[in-house]
C-alpha cells in the first residue's frame, strides 16, 4: 500500500509539472520569468532565437529565470539540458555585470575629478567609503592620501566578472543545476552561513555549525559570487589579471584563473573540471564583450 500511494504522488506531481503554464512578466525590455517548466524555457528562447552563445560579442536576450525550471531535476541531464543551463546562466551574469560597471562608472567619475584636482564633495567622499566597505578595501591613512589609495583599489575591485568562470563552476558546484541547493536555495556556488540556524542544514553532517545560504533568487545568488570574487582575498590574483587585461582592451583569458577555484572549495580537481567544462562548451567566447539586448 505504501509503495502504491508513492507511485501515486510521483505520478500527480509528473502531471502537475508537465501541466504547468510559464508564469513571466514582460517589462522595460526584459522577460522576467518566475516559473517554467524545462520546455517552456527551451521554447522561450527558441522564440527569441537564443539558440547560440559560442560566438565574440554576442548579444542575448534580457530573459531572466527567478529560479531552475520546475522540473529540471526530472529531466536526464545530456548536452541539450547543459547547454539550456548555460543559457540560464548568461542573461543573468551579464544583468549582473551590468549593474557591477554602473557603479565602476561612478568611481571612474569621481577618478576623474579627483585627478583633475578638483576638490569632492560630502556625497563623494561617502560613496567612496560606503563602496570600499562593500568590497572590503581598508586602509588608516587618511585625507587626500586616503582617497587616492580608495580611488585605485577600487577601480580594481569594482569591475565585470569572467562570464565563463560564472557559468562552469556554477555547473561544477551543483552537477549542472541538479543538486539539492540549486532547486532548494536558489544556490550555486556553495556559499555557507556560520553560527547561525538559519540556512539550508548540510544532510551530511548533522552537528554542522554552518548553513547553505538560501537566496530568493538565481540572481541574487549571482551577485553575492560577483561580490566575493571582486572583494575576497582569495580572488586578488583574478582582479590582477582582470585589471591587467582592461588596460590591454581585452577580457581575461580563463586558464589563467581557473588555479584560483582551488582557494575557494574541497572539491577535488576543481581545475581540470573547470577547464575541461569552459573548454568543452566553448564559454571562453562568452567574456569577449558580449551585450544583453531588449527584447521586443
Known sequence: MKNIYLFLLLLLVSINCAQAKIVMEKKNGAINVKSATTQEVETLFNQYKYEDYTQTRSKFPRIYLSRLPVDWQDIETNDAKRRTFIRIMIPLILKVNEDILRERAEIEEINKKFKEGKKLNDKELNLLEEKAEKYNIFTRIKGDDRTQIL??????????????????????????????????????????????????????????????????????????????????????????????????????????????????????????????????????????????????
Open 151 to 296: 580611488l585605485r583599489r577600487l577601480l580594481k575591485n569594482v569591475d565585470a566578472v569572467p562570464t565563463s568562470i560564472m557559468v562552469s563552476t556554477a555547473a561544477i558546484f551543483t552537477d549542472w543545476g541538479t543538486s539539492r541547493l540549486a532547486n532548494e536555495a536558489n544556490s550555486f556556488y556553495l556559499e555557507e552561513i556560520w553560527y547561525e540556524d538559519k540556512g539550508l542544514k548540510p544532510l551530511h553532517d548533522k552537528d554542522a555549525n554552518y548553513r547553505y545560504r538560501i537566496f530568493s533568487s538565481l540572481e541574487e545568488c549571482i551577485a553575492a559570487r560577483a561580490l566575493r570574487l571582486n572583494s575576497h582575498v582569495n580572488f586578488n590574483y583574478l582582479r590582477e589579471i582582470r585589471e591587467l587585461s582592461r588596460l590591454q582592451k581585452r577580457p581575461p583569458y580563463g586558464p589563467q584563473l581557473v588555479t584560483q577555484m582551488l582557494k575557494d572549495n574541497n572539491f577535488k580537481n576543481i581545475s581540470g573540471l573547470v577547464d575541461y567544462t569552459y573548454t568543452y562548451y566553448q564559454l571562453t567566447k562568452t567574456d569577449y564583450f558580449p551585450e544583453l539586448e531588449d527584447v521586443k
